[in-house]
């Protein structure tokens, strides 16, 4: 399963199979799901480890072992933070959840400020979760999807896989590729700066993503030695997972309405080699930065951009996220049917973000890749839909369970964060001589200033 698995996402990278003996997957057992969850995290780990051996070997002439523990991976999909003496805050809203609908069942995705007011202007306000759910029975799930989205909010009724396959998004998203991928022109070499043991030393990376897969994505450059910094609007907060997310990075903030910030931005965007950014489709385009134009300030940009929903068909400006897209795609129905339960049963972690996450840090090695060769950018598009599919027709995977974590899965030393002192799960994946390394602890948003060092 896990082969099957990486040979697709080699395919769609166009990567080049590891040697013969250069892959080990260590460990055995999976999180419990209808489908293979831990099959997927260990899949995408290898992928992300195989791009940095293939460019190892283009730099080098030596490719890299890559070995994989697919207990740990498992651990980092659901969070690789563990706080001494301090708390994560709770990942969702109060009125965040699942709700019974007339005809079924309705996903509501609460988190941010002003997707709840979103939502509170078709329900109105509700007091608690119980309040939310006697306004939800009196609507038909579509009505209320369709209602909500309209008012700028995000939700989801439930589907099973065979409808998502036929619904004009599903076919669709499930049409395009795994990951887009496009190079651009050829021109003077990029110089490579790295070394075996930091292979993206002196990378810069302008990270414009933030709810899950893209901070994953900057998050494991970042351990190869990129020089990651996060730009994230004013007010911004996603305080569940920013302790998570922004190991080895600098945070700032932009305004992009505001000129004197989007002066800033385009500075920082012509000295960057990479640009991550999770906008919706047409989102930067509104902002005036839409392909061609960042193409203009940075003609060498590698540029890897993700969204919810795929990238054509009527949803593909739609707000969304894992949890969300589980509930469209039909993998909460499956889970429901897989455990013979009453409500919607997701997957055990939001392995849709992370594996698209580590699936887009392939992408941007890979187009790294190219452009130390040829001197040419790259673009690459992925989607949380399009992971979906390649998850769900895996089907089941293994069924042993997982032995639980214990002291010696996290590394000794302390992690010196902006909320206090925490330790890491070992890291999951190994590439021979080079291990993953973060420079710097989790930081609060907007602790640095917009500015590469």
Same mark, same amino acid.
């Given at each position: 399963?896990?082969?099957?698995?990486?040979?697709?996402?080699?395919?769609?990278?166009?990567?080049?199979?590891?040697?013969?003996?250069?892959?080990?997957?260590?460990?055995?057992?999976?999180?419990?799901?209808?489908?293979?969850?831990? @099959?997927?995290?260990?899949?995408?780990?290898?992928?992300?480890?195989?791009?940095?051996?293939?460019?190892?070997?283009?730099?080098?002439? @030596?490719?890299?072992?890559?070995?994989?523990?697919?207990?740990?991976?498992?651990?980092?999909?659901?969070?690789?933070?563990?706080?001494?003496? $301090?708390?994560?805050?709770?990942?969702?809203?109060?009125?965040?959840?699942?709700?019974?609908?007339?005809?079924?069942?309705?996903?509501?995705?609460?988190?941010?400020?002003?997707?709840?007011?979103?939502?509170?202007?078709? &329900?109105?306000?509700?007091?608690?979760?119980?309040?939310?759910?006697? #306004?939800?029975?009196?609507?038909?799930?579509?009505?209320?999807?369709?209602?909500?989205?309209?008012? +700028? +909010?995000?939700?989801?009724?439930?589907?099973?896989?065979?409808? $998502?396959?036929?619904?004009?998004? +599903? /076919?669709?998203?499930?049409?395009?590729?795994?990951?887009?991928?496009?190079?651009?022109?050829?021109?003077?070499?990029?110089?490579?700066?790295?070394?075996?043991? /930091?292979?993206?030393?002196?990378?810069?990376?302008?990270?414009?993503?933030?709810?899950?897969?893209?901070?994953?994505?900057?998050?494991?450059?970042?351990?190869?030695?990129?020089?990651?910094?996060?730009?994230?609007?004013?007010?911004?907060?996603?305080?569940? &997972?920013?302790?998570?997310?922004?190991?080895?990075?600098?945070?700032?903030?932009?305004?992009?309405?505001?000129?004197?910030?989007?002066?800033?931005?385009?500075?920082?965007?012509?000295?960057?080699?990479?640009?991550?950014?999770?906008?919706?489709?047409?989102?930067? @385009?509104?902002?005036?930065?839409?392909?061609?134009?960042?193409?203009?300030?940075?003609?060498?940009?590698?540029?890897?951009?993700?969204?919810?929903?795929?990238?054509?068909?009527?949803?593909?400006? #739609?707000?969304?996220?894992?949890?969300?897209?589980?509930?469209?795609?039909?993998?909460?129905?499956?889970?429901?049917?897989?455990?013979?339960?009453?409500?919607?049963?997701?997957?055990?972690?939001?392995?849709?973000?992370?594996?698209?996450?580590?699936?887009?840090?392939?992408?941007?090695?890979?187009?790294?890749?190219?452009?130390?060769?040829?001197?040419?950018?790259?673009?690459?598009?992925?989607?949380?839909?399009?992971?979906?599919?390649?998850?769900? @027709?895996?089907?089941?995977?293994?069924?042993?369970?997982?032995?639980?974590?214990?002291?010696?899965?996290?590394?000794?030393?302390?992690?010196?964060?902006?909320?206090?002192?925490?330790?890491?799960?070992?890291?999951?994946?190994?590439?021979?001589?080079?291990?993953?390394?973060?420079?710097?602890?989790?930081?609060?948003?907007?602790?640095?200033?917009?500015?590469?060092?």
């Amino acid at each position: 399963m896990m082969s099957e698995l990486l040979s697709t996402i080699e395919a769609s990278l166009d990567l080049p199979p590891l040697p013969d003996g250069a892959l080990r997957i260590d460990g055995e057992g999976a999180l419990p799901s209808a489908f293979a969850v831990t @099959e997927l995290a260990t899949a995408s780990l290898a992928a992300a480890g195989s791009a940095v051996s293939s460019l190892l070997r283009g730099r080098t002439g @030596e490719p890299a072992e890559v070995r994989v523990d697919r207990r740990l991976a498992s651990f980092w999909f659901a969070g690789s933070i563990r706080p001494r003496g $301090w708390s994560v805050p709770p990942a969702w809203d109060p009125l965040a959840g699942d709700y019974a609908t007339r005809d079924g069942w309705i996903r509501l995705h609460t988190n941010a400020p002003h997707h709840r007011a979103s939502a509170e202007r078709v &329900l109105g306000r509700c007091a608690d979760a119980e309040a939310l759910a006697a #306004r939800v029975a009196g609507w038909t799930k579509g009505d209320l999807e369709r209602a909500i989205v309209e008012a +700028g +909010g995000c939700a989801a009724e439930m589907r099973s896989w065979q409808a $998502w396959k036929t619904y004009p998004q +599903g /076919r669709a998203v499930n049409a395009e590729p795994l990951v887009w991928r496009e190079s651009g022109e050829p021109a003077a070499g990029k110089a490579w700066t790295g070394s075996r043991e /930091r292979p993206l030393a002196g990378i810069r990376v302008l990270d414009l993503t933030r709810v899950l897969a893209g901070p994953v994505a900057s998050r494991f450059l970042a351990g190869l030695g990129a020089e990651v910094l996060r730009i994230d609007p004013p007010g911004w907060d996603e305080a569940a &997972l920013v302790p998570e997310v922004t190991l080895g990075k600098r945070c700032a903030r932009l305004d992009l309405h505001d000129r004197h910030d989007r002066a800033t931005f385009e500075r920082l965007l012509a000295d960057a080699d990479v640009m991550l950014h999770g906008y919706r489709a047409d989102a930067l @385009e509104r902002l005036g930065y839409g392909a061609a134009q960042r193409r203009a300030l940075a003609p060498t940009l590698v540029d890897v951009s993700l969204n919810a929903y795929g990238w054509s068909g009527p949803w593909r400006n #739609r707000r969304g996220f894992d949890s969300l897209v589980q509930m469209s795609c039909g993998v909460a129905e499956a889970g429901m049917r897989w455990r013979q339960a009453e409500r919607p049963l997701p997957l055990p972690v939001q392995a849709l973000d992370h594996a698209t996450g580590y699936l887009m840090a392939a992408a941007a090695i890979r187009a790294l890749s190219e452009a130390f060769e040829r001197g040419c950018g790259g673009s690459a598009r992925l989607s949380l839909a399009r992971t979906a599919r390649l998850l769900v @027709e895996r089907g089941a995977g293994e069924s042993l369970p997982l032995r639980a974590e214990d002291a010696d899965d996290r590394e000794p030393a302390l992690e010196a964060s902006d909320w206090g002192p925490a330790q890491r799960l070992r890291a999951p994946l190994h590439i021979a001589g080079l291990p993953l390394r973060w420079s710097l602890p989790a930081r609060r948003l907007g602790s640095a200033a917009p500015a590469w060092s």
